[in-house]
């Protein structure tokens, strides 16, 4: 069973980064498309960007682009999501998550998910 965990939220002042990553225990991620969600309060999850397994294919949410950059790194087994100019808007549990044969920013797409990082952007 492959193994998801996130790492890099915490609490930032609007227009300031962050970074997330996502690393793979037990197996590689090689041959899986890795996506970001994420989840408010009250809403439902929603994606944020996903990335194939060779990283030609990449898409973003309009709500995050020009903003967040995904990117991967196989030997390290661990996909990233750099995010700038961050907004209070962009305050949710982001997770990440492994689709070994499909892609996009649909969640039923994706086979594990990881426990999710909080990111909270406030004054």
């Known amino acids: 069973q492959l193994q998801l965990v996130e790492s890099g939220g915490g609490l930032v002042q609007p227009g300031g980064s962050l970074r997330l990553s996502c690393a793979a225990s037990?197996?590689?991620?090689?041959?899986?498309?890795i996506g970001w969600f994420r989840q408010a309060p009250g809403k439902g999850r929603e994606g944020v960007s996903c990335i194939s397994s060779s990283g030609t294919s990449i898409n973003y949410a309009d709500s995050v682009k020009g903003r967040f950059t995904i990117s991967r790194d196989n030997a390290k087994s661990t996909v990233y999501l750099q995010m700038n100019s961050l907004k209070p808007e962009d305050t949710a549990v982001y997770y990440c998550?492994?689709?070994?044969?499909?892609?996009?920013?649909?969640?039923?797409?994706?086979?594990?998910w990881g426990q999710g990082t909080q990111v909270t952007v406030s004054p």
């Open positions: 037990r197996f590689f991620l090689d041959y899986y498309t």
């Open positions: 998550a492994a689709a070994r044969y499909g892609y996009g920013l649909d969640k039923k797409v994706y086979d594990f």
